[in-house]
């Protein structure tokens, strides 16, 4: 059963929320003159002269890995697109050098206006090719042109795996 409340009678001194508004005000005083006089115990910081330091476990901007010899570790398997509840990523497949693999990535697009840095992606890429842990968050742009990552704009980002394919990841 629900906890019963008293309700007041409202009179003019509760009408008029002066002893809300001088509590409030109060309040607001005393975390302004602490903040100003004992200068500790501050929760904001002097950004952009001041950043903390973001989680291991941060999911900012995506990144493509690379290969030994330096190509993308995509295969254009479609997993992490289809994994995507944004729907943001696009991916174009074509023809590899690589004897190893069947398909490269030719286009690699995220529109990151839609994405919702859930990570879905990297779970769901069975290459270690795609990752969220450049530590590095998405800087605003003016345009939806700026928000579009490239496959160049994300190999830029990434650096060499050593995970094997369907096996050990590092
Ligand atoms: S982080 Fe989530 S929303 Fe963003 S591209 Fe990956 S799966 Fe899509
Ligand atoms: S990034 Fe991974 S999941 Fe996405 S297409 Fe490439 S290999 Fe597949």
Not at 90 to 99: F, L, M, P, W, Y
Not at 107 to 117: S, T, V, W
Request: charged share 30%; proline share 6%; aromatic share 8%.
């Amino acid at each position: 059963m629900g906890k019963l409340v008293d309700r007041p009678e409202p009179d003019v001194m509760i009408q008029s929320y002066l002893p809300e508004v001088w509590n409030g005000m109060k309040r607001v005083s005393k975390h302004f003159f602490a903040n100003l006089l004992m200068k500790k115990g501050y929760v904001t910081i002097q950004y952009p002269e001041q950043k903390i330091d973001y989680a291991p476990r941060f999911r900012g901007n995506h990144r493509l890995m690379h290969r030994e010899d330096g190509t993308v570790r995509c295969v254009a398997c479609f997993l992490c697109s289809t994994a995507c509840p944004a729907d943001c990523i696009s991916i174009v497949a074509g023809e590899t050098d690589n004897r190893d693999v069947e398909k490269a990535p030719v286009k690699f697009e995220i529109d990151h206006l839609r994405c919702i840095f859930c990570g879905f992606c990297e779970e769901a890429c069975p290459c270690d090719a795609i990752r969220l842990d450049s530590g590095e968050h998405r800087v605003p742009a003016f345009t939806r042109k700026d928000e579009m990552s490239g496959k160049e704009d994300l190999l830029s980002r990434g650096g060499p795996s050593i995970s094997k394919q369907g096996g050990e990841f590092k």
